[in-house]
């Protein structure tokens, strides 16, 4: 499958949300970079490739945290794929200030070939596959023969494929992918995340035969310092 070049660009930049990509010599891009590091070295064997990253709940930084390590895997010049794979409550397009129209929902039924549903970023080597419209069976979609295609044809293309799911707790959908992808990192909000909500989301890991390869720490405010650190463990 050759990838063709798609002419949507993105409408203004978001820096806020894409430190890594505007801000790379940041204390918070290092961190990044030290997650990168991290999942790379949970798997020196067999390298992961499929990576799915999810949360417990809404608001915990699962989408902020895909687009930065999917940043810090194209800078290090492997070609990279984001799928925002959250047909619920999609939100990569707004981080990467694009339309929705369509994406992976318009793929998986047929109307559009990855090719032309695929954008590129301002950042060399990364791509996007936003949500595209929201389907009326968001699991269904997933666990169909069209998403196991799907993952063939994006591998013989890209080296790194990364899924932002919805929370784990919410509904079945992240552990459908769980099963699929290669790893699972689990992103936590500091003083929002709650144990039991964390060991329920790593049951439903564990029930789904999914590899955790760790845990992102989020929104962890240093003392003396205005800054907020991610931290991959």
């Keep these: 499958m050759a990838l063709k070049k798609n002419n949507r660009k ?6 806020r949300n894409l430190i890594t990509m505007y801000e790379p010599k940041s204390p918070i891009s290092e961190q990044y970079r030290t997650i990168r590091t ?4 949970s798997s020196i064997d067999n390298e992961v490739r499929t990576l799915m990253v999810t949360s417990t709940g809404p608001g915990e ?17 492997k070609k990279v794929l984001i799928v925002d794979a959250d047909m619920r409550k999609p939100t990569v397009h707004y981080t990467f200030k694009q339309t929705n129209t369509f994406g992976l929902t318009s793929v998986l039924t047929k109307q559009m070939t990855i090719e032309k549903a695929v954008f590129e970023t301002d950042e060399k080597n990364l791509f996007v596959l936003s949500s595209g419209p929201i389907p009326p069976n968001p699991a269904e979609l997933l ?42 990192i689990l992103v936590v909000s ?6 039991d909500q964390l060991v329920k989301a790593k049951e439903l890991l564990d029930a789904a035969q999914s590899k955790l390869l760790g845990v992102v720490l989020n929104n962890k405010e240093m003392k003396d310092s205005n800054t907020y650190y991610y931290y991959g463990v």
């Design 10 to 15: 993105p409408i203004m930049n978001n820096k």
């Design 143 to 184: 666990s169909s023969k069209a998403m196991e295609q799907f993952y063939q044809d994006v591998l013989e293309v890209f080296d790194v494929v990364l899924f932002d799911t919805p929370p784990l707790l919410a509904v079945t959908d992240a552990q459908i992918l769980a099963n699929k992808c290669e790893g699972t």
């Design 38 to 41: 991290n999942i790379q070295f």
């Design 61 to 77: 930084g699962k989408s902020t945290t895909t687009a930065n390590l999917a940043v810090v895997f194209a800078q290090q010049g």
């Design 190 to 195: 500091s003083g929002k995340t709650e144990k």
